[in-house]
């Protein structure tokens, strides 16, 4: 199979130009007609020579994601599911206006992307996990997923999450090669500070991106402040226990100007109690970390339910009494950002015909 030129940096594309003996100002030209011009072929490149477009043919793929449907209309949170070459679904989640997430202001677009089809790490909640994992996705196909919404939603995107199918971390090279394109100026152009990686706890790969230079955040899928408890809804924590955790997450802090945030799903009597919330408290405000407070939403197939309005209202207020930053979503069916995947049921649901959405508004057929 032909490597897709959306998986180049610009010095990989030069290099490769320079082999088929064309000067360096054309992968300028290339980056601009993929990036800022956004065509969908070589063939659109009208002021590359006809033979240089028919090298590039030859040499390299020109991918694009397949839109399979659409959930939800403009202005709320839409639910994009796309086929890969390979067949494989994936899908991405444009919000438009989340409520001050990730230290982003709270008018911003946000797209939560996927970067890998199923996922390995099997945390009790969710979704993604419960058919394993089956691949991780490109480069390109990561990069695709914000072209594909912007095109369809007709603006540009502010902020990306990594939080959509798979353990961002599980797949570095391709995620950090995704991201070197969506920041370069040549490329997408998003700033590093809007874009936000989450992670189960990948403990070695933590330190790693803590050590690259760009000032990406980083969310960490807590779920429980005490090995006991997180042992119990993540596979993870058995590998890399919570003060392990807790101390990568102290070396990214040493290193990033960023602060990290915790994702906390709350689920009635597993790790809903107040002790629940002084251990989490602590542990916060040890790092100066957020935290996001997500009432459980139910998936088909797991037993858990969300604890009872009080006891959400009880846990957010030891949090703050202890000087902890700490947000409660309240919107019922919008923790689709909540953990890293939980739309692999509904992703399985549309191929059967059987999608129906929790967001409210039509389905789309592209
Ligand atoms: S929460 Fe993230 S790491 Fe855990 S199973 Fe789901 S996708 Fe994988």
Excluded at 163 to 187: F, K
Aim: net charge positive; proline share 5%.
């Amino acid at each position: 199979m032909k490597p897709s030129i959306k998986s180049l940096l610009l010095d990989e594309l030069i290099e490769e130009l320079w082999q088929l003996n064309e000067p360096p100002y054309r992968a300028n030209q290339i980056a601009t007609w993929i990036y800022r011009k956004r065509v969908r072929s070589f063939d659109s490149m009208s002021d590359l020579p006809r033979p240089l477009r028919q090298k590039l043919k030859t040499k390299f793929a020109y991918t694009d994601l397949e839109i399979v449907r659409i959930l939800g209309g403009k202005d709320a949170t839409r639910k994009f599911l796309f086929r890969l070459s390979d067949g494989n679904l994936i899908e991405s989640v444009l919000i438009p206006a989340s409520p001050a997430l990730y230290g982003s202001r709270s008018d911003r677009r946000t797209i939560c992307v996927s970067t890998q089809v199923g996922c390995a790490y099997g945390c009790k909640f969710c979704a993604s996990g419960l058919d394993g994992w089956k691949r991780n996705l490109s480069a390109d196909e990561i990069v695709d997923q914000i072209i594909a919404v912007e095109q369809e939603a007709g603006e540009r995107l502010d902020n990306i999450v990594f939080m959509g199918m798979g353990e961002p971390l599980a797949n570095y090279e391709n995620l950090l090669r995704a991201i070197s394109i969506l920041n370069a100026p040549w490329g997408i152009g998003i700033g590093a500070r809007h874009i936000t990686v989450s992670t189960s706890g990948l403990v070695p790969q933590i330190r790693k991106l803590a050590d690259q230079p760009l000032q990406i955040r980083l969310a960490v899928s807590l779920h429980g402040a005490t090995d006991a408890v997180r042992s119990q809804i993540m596979p993870i924590n058995r590998k890399y226990n919570v003060e392990a955790l807790f101390d990568a997450c102290r070396y990214y802090n040493s290193r990033k100007k960023q602060r990290i945030t915790f994702e906390y799903i709350l689920i009635e009597n597993v790790n809903d109690s107040v002790d629940q919330a002084h251990a989490l408290a602590k542990r916060a405000r040890d790092l100066e970390a957020k935290v996001n407070l997500i009432p459980y939403n139910t998936v088909d197939g797991l037993e858990w339910t969300r604890p009872p309005r009080p006891q959400q209202e009880r846990f957010l207020a030891v949090l703050r009494n202890a000087g902890v930053t700490a947000t409660l979503r309240r919107e019922k069916g919008h923790n689709i950002a909540a953990a890293c995947g939980q739309l692999r049921l509904q992703t399985e649901r549309a191929l059967t015909a059987d999608f129906s959405p929790t967001t409210a508004g039509p389905i789309r057929a592209a």
